[in-house]
Structures are given as structure tokens and as C-alpha cells.
């Protein structure tokens, strides 16, 4: 059974600096990811999903997480914060070894961008 | 195109209370799903509707019924709210059958049971 983690409930960065949320996943086999994104007061949309296409997936604002399978990590990351991207950030992965079987979220990384 | 809607937006209830949380989409997708979400712990899925007519139960389905009245709407019901209910409650939709599809949530419903 799939599991994830998220190192950091809470993360602070300075605009114009790198972000890097981290996720790891517990698995035996290839996993689906997810990176979702929650604004304040808003539903969640997605930022980017890997599907074992390519390792390095890149999502929407700025955003690419890469797929380690070595390490168990899918961790996300931007080059520059923007005041915009501060949200919630949840990590989340398929349960399961089938598509079929149910997505699990992780417990989400809170983002705060420091002017 | 409004996506996903829910409603209410904010809900108080007693305990004992029963309520329906409504929710629609306006993308034509197949599949509809209703999440909670409590601090520290991610969104947990309740049931999931793969179909017209078909529903399934979630991670944490006790207490709570669904509804798939058609392609389009996906109600959760609460029969007697309980103070562990107190929780922002997601709805969401995707166009397959499969939870690899990217998945459109609502803006959320916050429940608040006394």
C-alpha cells in the first residue's frame, strides 16, 4: 500500500529565492504522483502529475517536480518564489498498484513568501 | 463554465442535525468524488461516483451517505452530525473512471457541527 509524506508543514522562502517542497512516497512499484495546489479559501487545482513518462515533469507557474525512484521522492521546486505562490502544497499518489485504485494526499505543505 | 460548484459555503449545525451538501459540474465528466479535509491531515476521500449510478466508499465513509442523481450532480448527505464532522468538505470532478485523471475541486463547503 502507498503512503506520503510531506518534510514540512510549514516552509518560508524570499521572493526571488529557490522553493523546494518535499514528498516521499512508500512503494514497491512505479507510482501515479500528484502535486496539488491549494490558495487561500479556494478548492485544490492541479500543478503537475507524473505518469512514468518522463522523470522531470513540469507543471504549470513555474513549477517541476522530479521523480526519483532511488530515493522514493517526487519533490517540487521553482527557480524564483513569487508573492502569488504563496498556498498550500499537497503531494499525493495513487494507493495501490493500479490506476484503478485510490488516490491518498499527503498532509500538505504550507508556503509563505517573505517580500 | 462554472466548473465545480458547492453549496452552502459555511454551515453550522447541533449535533443530531442532519444536512445535504450539494455539489454539481458543468464539464460533463464521469466521475465525481467528495473529500474532507482536517488541519495536518490532507484531504481524506469519503465516496467516490466512478458513474451515473454507481457510487463507492472512500477512506473514511462512516456517517455519511451519497447520492449520484445524474451525470451532473453528487450530493452528500449527513443522517445525525456529529462534533468529529466539523470539517471543510471538497467536491470534485474528473472525466475518466480513473484516479490517474486530473481531478477539478470546488471552492468547499465549512461544516462546523455543535
Known amino acids: 500500500a502507498q503512503s506520503v509524506t510531506q518534510l514540512g508543514s510549514h516552509v518560508s522562502v524570499s521572493e526571488g529565492a529557490l522553493v523546494l517542497l518535499r514528498c516521499n512516497y512508500s512503494?514497491?512499484?512505479?507510482?501515479?504522483l500528484f502535486w496539488y495546489v491549494q490558495y487561500p479559501n479556494q478548492g485544490l487545482q492541479l500543478l503537475l502529475k507524473?505518469?512514468?513518462?518522463?522523470?522531470l515533469v513540469k507543471g504549470i507557474n513555474g513549477f517541476e517536480a522530479e521523480f526519483k525512484k532511488s530515493e522514493t521522492s517526487f519533490h517540487l521546486t521553482k527557480p524564483s518564489a513569487h508573492m502569488s505562490d504563496a498556498a498550500e502544497y499537497f503531494c499525493?499518489?495513487?494507493?495501490?498498484?493500479?490506476?484503478?485504485?485510490?488516490?491518498?494526499f499527503g498532509p500538505g505543505t504550507s508556503l509563505s513568501v517573505i517580500p | 463554465n462554472a466548473g465545480v460548484t458547492q453549496t452552502p459555503k459555511f454551515q453550522v449545525l447541533k449535533t443530531g442535525q442532519s444536512m445535504t451538501l450539494q455539489c454539481a459540474q458543468d464539464?460533463?465528466?464521469?466521475?465525481m468524488y467528495w473529500y474532507r479535509q482536517d488541519p495536518g491531515m490532507g484531504l481524506r476521500l469519503i465516496y467516490y461516483?466512478?458513474?451515473?449510478?454507481?457510487?463507492d466508499k472512500g477512506e473514511v465513509p462512516n456517517g455519511y451517505n451519497v447520492s449520484r442523481l445524474n451525470k451532473r450532480e453528487f450530493s452528500l448527505r449527513l443522517e445525525s452530525a456529529a462534533p468529529s464532522q466539523t470539517s471543510v468538505y471538497f467536491c470534485?470532478?474528473?472525466?475518466?473512471?480513473?484516479?490517474?485523471?486530473?481531478?477539478?475541486f470546488g471552492p468547499g463547503t465549512r461544516l462546523t457541527v455543535l
Open positions: 464539464m460533463n465528466h464521469n466521475s
Open positions: 470534485a470532478s474528473s472525466r475518466g473512471d480513473s484516479f490517474t485523471d486530473t481531478q477539478y
Open positions: 461516483s466512478a458513474s451515473e449510478g454507481t457510487t
Open positions: 512503494s514497491s512499484v512505479p507510482p501515479y
Open positions: 499525493a499518489v495513487i494507493k495501490g498498484e493500479t490506476s484503478y485504485d485510490k488516490v491518498i
Open positions: 507524473y505518469t512514468s513518462a518522463a522523470t
